[in-house]
């Protein structure tokens, strides 16, 4: 087959016998940005697959990269293939990668989840003090750890950071609904108004389906009689919002970013890649036909993790079921000119196959999904920096070979080679089949003789032992912070265990440090920003031990709110840990006796924190067992009520006789009146129809749900009195103490 070739328009002259050739015409298209229309579907297809298929080619073919990650991983499982045993030699490896991860993870942990709360966001102003606390607990208490399981997620976080060099976290608002049906059957027309009246002020509630019947039945009002009533049957749905943010794990398989990427908040793309249930991505609210266009895979047809004996092949044929199928799908941000404005801006799509065939959704981004990386060791202006498993792995190797020596040598020293004059054996055989103390049978002596092999082991023990300060060195993971006593293990001084120990803790310090102002930061403000978009319900939570309604709708002038993280006590002992919490609790002590309980350096719920801090650093997991918060309103004992309150009281609960005594005599009137009505139908000859008695029922119960309103009001708006009454006089009360103390000088240290 000839070649196609491209002759520009100017250049083409035909020469004598071109005649009957066909020239297609080929024009060059220049777009000016500022001109177009935008991307259309199938340019943003190419897009997307072109930025995608470029970050995959970068992070699979980059030996520090993915080479590191996967011999990372293997190391940490104890795979080392690329260290193989002789024939007949020890084959035993050294798990030096494994080891000291699992070290470093539980003093990661303990820095974050020592404390109350692993983010504290922070108030504008004093007047958001509250607001602050609020969302603080909520997002701490309710949301990550309670929704997410947030301890596991920070040791699955910390651990793909350990190994894999980045660890990365998404978080995204999950819409979950749970439906039940109650059904009611025989219902009278005052029970189904209250019903129904239930129903409309509970959005949770919806009769779905409603049946009412006409029946006889005894008239109250006139014995003997018949009168018609209807019977109601329906059936009410409850819809229990359980909405709420999820927190997971990105495989590092699984991640994509673009190869000129510094940072995750300017990569151009940043992407999940993972496989989905054509089912699920329905659910998610993705075009069913867009869904039906993608591709089954039957294999991960992008990196996985080399040699993992965990890993098991699944088979990823088409299903009987279409919505069973198992699809590749990409979610993610990128930052184009999608709507040809000639300004780029950041967009979430949601788009499926290798090459995305089809483009599931395209929308300009808020927070839809909110990616947090963590890299224990960061390098400048690139996003893969490096992690302890890459110092460790050659550590490992060393000691692998230093270990399979020093067991050779120990077997070879142990079973001798033997020097035998063969002809003067009887039975050759006895030397291919020793047993212990067997004897071997020969014509003369001297037949046999033992070869010494002398033990090298203490040498490769010497360099084992330099191998591992080496590995301590590069971890920040010694002896001392694994919780030994440093003296037990050599003759050094305190002074310099102990220095020694600071000195260890210090690159651990770092890594978290790194951590906490890095992914964390960004993941707790992902779900603050996330919560005020997306959730749209009132949330029923205890905190405190009392029931509290919490809706984030409320809070969308703190959509910005910035949060720090706490770091724990640190990562020193419990010791040092106590003795700092108990100097504080005295400090507070002295100044709570000095200045009362209500000072505004040292209150009551200050002094009730630092006990539960002191709880928890003595290893006591619920501290609000024993110490709980300062109900709002509490007044120490001896500083009860004043004199305007006590009357207010007295005022208020002689209005609430009143009206209980007004209610019963309307109660009266009702009832007389019912009588009366009953008596005017007797005398009449009992000529009234059966709808006009029921009319008469039903006016009288109607007064009856009047009156019973009326006094409820009442009684709230009393309670409601009071308690206004109370709160001025309490204020009060707080601006006189605070006038009073002013002045006092300030508080001896």
Known sequence: MAEAQFIDEDDLTLEPGDEGIEYQKITETVIDPTETEGLSEQQLKILLGSEITDAMTYINGTEFIADDR????????????DVPSAAGRSSVTDRSVNSYINMMLPSLMRVFTSGKNIAVYEPVGEEDAD??????????????????????????????GLVGKVGVVKSYYDENYVKSEQTYEGLSDLEFAELVGQTDQNPELEIKAHTVEQMEGPNPMVPGQTLAVSVHDLTVERTINNSTVKITNIDWDEFVISRDASNLEDAVLKSHRTFKRAGDLLALGYD????????????RVYNQKVNDPYYTQRDRTDSPDPMLREVLVHEGIIKCDYDGTGVKDWYFVAGGGENVVEVLKMEVYECQVVFSDFCPEPIPNLFFGRCPADSLTEIQKVQ?????????????????????????????EQLTNLSPGAPVYVDKPGTIREIPIPFVGSQALTM????????EARTGVSKQSMGLNPNALSNQSATAANIAYS?????????ARIFADGGMRKLFQGVLKQLIKYQDYSRIIRMDGQAM???PRQWEMFTDMDVSISTGLGTGNKDRDMAMMNQIVGKQEAIISQFGPNSPLVDLNKYSRALQDMAEASGIKNPELYFGEIPVGYEPPGKGPDKDTLEAQRKAQKDQMDFQV??????????????????????????????????LQLSYEKMLIEAELKRTKIAADAELKLQELDLEARLEKYAIDQKSRSGQGIIPG
């Open 464 to 471: 084992l032992q330099h191998f591992d300060q080496q590995a």
């Open 288 to 299: 069913e036909d867009a869904i039906s266009q993608l591709p089954t895979y039957t294999d």
């Open 503 to 511: 000195a260890s803790l210090g690159k651990v310090e770092m890594i």
């Open 131 to 160: 607001i602050a606390d609020l969302i603080t607990r909520y997002v701490n208490n309710c949301v990550f750890r309670k929704d997410n399981q947030g301890d596991m997620l920070i040791r699955d976080w910390c651990w793909n």
């Open 70 to 81: 996967n011999k990372n991983y293997e190391y940490y499982l104890g795979i080392m293939n």
């Open 662 to 695: 007004d209610m019963m005599e309307l109660q009266l009137k009702a009832r007389g009146l019912a009588l009366k009505e009953a008596e005017v139908q007797i005398s009449a000859g009992n000529t009234m129809s059966p709808a006009d008695i029921q009319k």
């Open 400 to 428: 692998t070979v230093l270990t399979r020596m020093m067991l050779d040598s120990g077997y070879l020293a142990m079973t001798p080679q033997r020097e035998v004059v063969f002809e003067n054996l009887i039975n050759p």
């Open 549 to 551: 309604a919490i809706d």
